[in-house]
Structures are given as C-alpha cells and as structure tokens.
C-alpha cells in the first residue's frame, strides 16, 4: 500500500498564488497526478508527472497556469497555482499511478485531498 498525504492548500484571493504538496510513503516510483472535485461536480484531472519528472501533462484550464513537479529524493510532488481564479476552488487530491493518464479510475492510490479556496 502506498500512502499519500497532501498538505498545504488554504484560502486565497483570485490572482494569487498556492502551492500543495504532497508526500508519498514508500521507495516504488509512481506517475504522480492531481485531481480537483468541487462541490456537485465529478473529479477532474488538472495535472501528472512522470516517474523521474521529464514529462508533465496538463488539463488545458490549467497549462498556462499551473505546474507540477516532483523530488524523488523527498517522495513528494507538489503543484504551484498562480493566476488563480474562482473557478479553481475545489478539494485538490494527489493520487499515484503506473501509467500516464488523465483519467481518476487509471490511478490506483489516493491522498485524502485538500481544500483550495479562491475568493474574488
């Protein structure tokens, strides 16, 4: 079993800046991604990194504003998020998986998520 635990996320203002984190147990390499699920809506993949960090892949309503990376010498990924806007508020889970993919079912483990709130 791998365990995921997110931390950071909070409240901001539109157009600022967060970043969350999230630190994995084990030494097994995993495709790293964060997901998003606001209330009344199905989670949403935003962003995934590959095992050693040479190839990210973003939802498009976020390229140009997020981005993830990953320290496989800690066993953490984390996502900075600027530019943000309302739209972005949501519970921000990262999961782990051995394959690259946007879709949630594809991961195999998951984190208990985080909230991120953006007030305008």
């Known amino acids: 079993q791998v365990q995921l635990v997110e931390s950071g996320g909070g409240l901001v203002e539109a157009g600022g800046s967060l970043r969350v984190s999230c630190a994995a147990s084990g030494r097994s390499m995993y495709v790293m991604g964060w997901f998003r699920q606001a209330p009344g809506k199905e989670r949403e993949f935003v962003a995934a990194?590959?095992?050693?960090?040479?190839?990210?892949y973003y939802a498009d309503s976020v390229k140009s504003r997020f981005t993830i990376f990953r320290d496989n010498a800690k066993n953490t990924v984390s996502l900075q998020m600027n530019s943000l806007k309302s739209e972005d508020t949501a519970v921000y889970y990262c999961?782990?998986?051995?394959?690259?993919?946007?879709?949630?079912?594809?991961?195999?483990?998951w984190g208990q998520g985080i909230q991120v709130t953006v007030s305008s």
């Open positions: 999961a782990a998986s051995r394959e690259l993919s946007s879709s949630p079912v594809e991961y195999e483990y």
């Open positions: 990194v590959s095992r050693y960090g040479g190839s990210t």
